[in-house]
C-alpha cells in the first residue's frame, strides 16, 4: 500500500471518529432532556474552528476533511439546538445533580 493511500485512510479514520465523538453527547442530552453541562463558549468556538477547517478543505479540494467536518458541523449544530431548546425549557424544572446521576445510572 502506497504511504498516501494510508495517509488518505488514517485521515478518513480520523474524520469518523471525531464525527462519532459527538453522538454520545447528542444522546445524553435528547435522553435527559438537560443541557446544563453543554458550554455555549465552546460550541462557538468549536463550530468556528470547524467552519474554516471546512474552508481549507474546499479550497484545496480534501473530500476527507470536507466530509469529516461536514458531519462535525451538522453534528454540533444539532447540539447547539439542543442546548437552546433544554436550556430554555429547564428554567423551572431544574433537576439536583443526584437524581441525573440516578437517573444515568438506571438507563445502563
Not at 26 to 51: E, H, N, P, Q, V
Not at 52 to 78: C, E, K, M, P, W
Amino acid at each position: 500500500m502506497e504511504t498516501t493511500n494510508i495517509f488518505q485512510l488514517l485521515g478518513t479514520i480520523g474524520s469518523l471518529i471525531m464525527c462519532a465523538s459527538s453522538v454520545p453527547q447528542i444522546l445524553k442530552t435528547y435522553r435527559m432532556k438537560c443541557a446544563d453541562g453543554l458550554s455555549g463558549s465552546y460550541l462557538t468556538i468549536l463550530m468556528i474552528g470547524m467552519s474554516l477547517i471546512l474552508l481549507y478543505a474546499l479550497h484545496v479540494r480534501d473530500i476527507v476533511f470536507i466530509f469529516g467536518n461536514g458531519i462535525s458541523l451538522t453534528l454540533t449544530a444539532i447540539l447547539i439546538v439542543l442546548r437552546y431548546q433544554y436550556r430554555r425549557n429547564s428554567k423551572g424544572n431544574e433537576i439536583e445533580s443526584s437524581e441525573v446521576e440516578k437517573i444515568e445510572w438506571e438507563r445502563h
